[in-house]
């Protein structure tokens, strides 16, 4: 969820291939533990995925080189696993995602002219006003991003993480998560009432300017040709965003977040002989990313693709 112009130039881009032509995806780093002061799990290997949070089914399977480190890691470690304990994500949700009883809807917080350009957004997803009225505005803004992330042809069941954890379970591997569900929403849910309804505003006018949209499709193309350049640009897009919601974007979610999942990578890498960690695209590039963090940390990081 980036909201700010973006040249749509990625799918001009020409794809990178694997050795039998499947394509390659996202982005993908290889993390080694070196030798020196760290003879007892010297050689370690962390193999770093970038993911996005929708999917298509032309996205799977995975190319070889990644598929292959998945069969071969005794962990796969994510952000958050998706199909993890339900409770508690409900409960994540109802603490920062609600309005107590008797509070809300989300349009009563924005300003007026915005009202009836958020109910004709509803009407355009097909989504009833009375499904949403518990939803804080910052929640609001999420599920407008993710139907137009549908509207573009990508679904949120299809989501890379929710693929790669099914095939953890299938293989019986163990998954651990980098953060929790709790600790994610709770950044949206720090927001004052009148930064998320800033936050929904800039969201609402993304989606009317068409910005949204070319957003969209930016970076699911990016991810889907495992295209460095136009990554790159994604993320200086981001960094140099100084609307209310792009400042959010890259010093609470990536900014603020990148340094513990470097920390936790670490730490896996550490015990583990060979793990497969796969996080958001978007915390593996830029100047603060999570492989540049790994890097000052003394760890052998190289960029596969």
Not at 15 to 42: C, H, K, S, V, Y
Not at 207 to 214: H, K, L, M, P, T
Not at 282 to 296: A, I, T, Y
Request: charged fraction near 20%.
């Amino acid at each position: 969820m980036f909201c700010c112009l973006f040249v749509f130039t990625a799918a001009l881009a020409p794809r990178a291939m694997a050795a039998d032509g499947t394509p390659n995806r996202g982005a993908l780093f290889r993390i080694e533990q070196p030798a020196a002061g760290n003879a007892g799990n010297a050689g370690n290997v962390a193999w770093l995925f970038g993911t996005i949070h929708v999917g298509a089914k032309s996205f799977y399977p995975l190319e070889p080189k990644i598929m292959a480190a998945l069969e071969n890691a005794a962990v796969l470690a994510l952000e958050v696993d998706p199909l993890g304990s339900q409770d508690d994500i409900a409960r994540a949700v109802r603490e920062y995602g609600m309005y107590p009883a008797g509070r809300g809807p989300a349009s009563a917080e924005l300003a007026a002219p915005y009202r009836p350009r958020l109910e004709r957004l509803l009407r355009q997803y097909d989504v009833p006003p009375a499904s949403v009225a518990p939803m804080k505005p910052w929640m609001l803004a999420s599920l407008l991003t993710v139907r137009e992330f549908e509207r573009q042809g990508y679904q949120t069941d299809l989501a890379v993480e929710m693929w790669l954890s099914h095939g953890a379970r299938a293989r019986k591997q163990k998954i651990v998560e980098l953060e929790s569900v709790q600790a994610q929403m709770a950044l949206f849910g720090r927001m004052t009432t009148a930064d998320q309804a800033l936050f929904l505003q800039e969201t609402i006018d993304a989606i009317d300017g068409s910005e949204q949209a070319s957003d969209a499709r930016a970076i699911a193309t990016a991810w889907a040709t495992a295209d460095q350049a136009a990554l790159d640009r994604i993320a200086e897009k981001t960094a140099t965003d100084d609307t209310f919601s792009g400042r959010f974007v890259s010093r609470v979610l990536l900014d603020g977040r990148n340094p513990l999942l470097a920390d936790g990578i670490a730490k896996l890498l550490a015990r583990e002989k060979q793990s497969v960690v796969a996080i958001g695209v978007l915390h593996l590039v830029g100047k603060n990313s999570v492989p540049e963090l790994l890097r000052r940390q003394g760890l052998r990081v190289e960029r596969v693709y």
